[in-house]
């Protein structure tokens, strides 16, 4: 499994589009990018995946490069609720387990 | 629809001693995976459970063992317990090989004094 990088941390104002990049420039071609988040003493929470295609769903949008190299999680309108640690994780579907990072601390401010 | 139940939620346990975790897979799935989080780190992969056979295994010592149940619950066995161990243990359940669905528990709490 590829590795990641991601920044440490991040703020980002509430009610403002919360923008969480990740480098995955080792990915291959059939790993999919993963997004999970842990709020503080919580089990990680899943929310999205994709393999080269922009996706979205309730929570965010997932927007990766043509090369597949880096990705961008966007949250579009955060929330206090939305202060967690984000994980970028890159697996192949059928891969055993998920490798985790040290993600990125993101502090949403009042 | 319940999701995925770990026991017990915090655990105090002397150096030494033997822990056992518990896990109850979210309604549907059949495989288990087992995770360590120290403070500060994002999770290790410790195991994963399929059929009731240990389908593939982290970088952690045999002190660390499983079981999986007919029932696709499963046991996380840790022995002669050390400080280090401290950590919070996640559990995560889904579906066949695909992984499809993985979902994560709330986690153990383990302190090891």
């Known amino acids: 499994d590829a590795k990641t990088t991601q920044p440490t941390s991040m703020d980002c104002a509430e009610g403002r589009a919360a923008n969480l990049p990740c480098n995955h420039s080792t990915i291959s071609g059939n790993e999919y990018v993963y997004w999970y988040r842990q709020i503080h003493s919580q089990g990680p929470q899943y929310i999205i995946h994709?393999?080269?295609n922009n996706e979205t769903n309730e929570m965010a949008s997932l927007i990766i490069t043509e090369d597949r190299k880096s990705s961008t999680l966007i949250l579009p309108h955060a929330t206090l609720r939305d202060t967690a640690v984000y994980y970028c994780?890159?697996?192949?579907?059928?891969?055993?387990?998920?490798?985790f990072g040290t993600g990125t601390s993101l502090t949403v401010i009042p | 629809d319940a999701g995925v139940t770990q026991s017990p939620t915090h655990l105090i346990k002397t150096r030494g001693q033997q822990v056992t975790l518990r896990c109850s897979p979210k309604?549907?799935?059949?495989?288990v995976s087992w995770y360590q989080q120290a403070l500060g780190q994002g999770p290790q992969f410790i195991f994963q459970y399929y059929e009731e056979e240990e389908r593939q295994r982290g970088n952690f010592p045999d002190r660390f063992s499983g079981h999986q149940f007919p029932n696709y619950s499963s046991e996380l066995n840790v022995n002669a317990l050390l400080l280090g161990d401290s950590a919070l243990y996640l559990c995560a359940s889904s579906w066949d090989s695909t992984n499809y669905g993985y979902t994560f528990g709330s986690g153990t709490r383990l302190t090891v004094v």
């Open positions: 309604s549907g799935h059949d495989t």
């Open positions: 994709g393999l080269k």
């Open positions: 994780i890159v697996r192949a579907h059928t891969g055993n387990q998920f490798y």
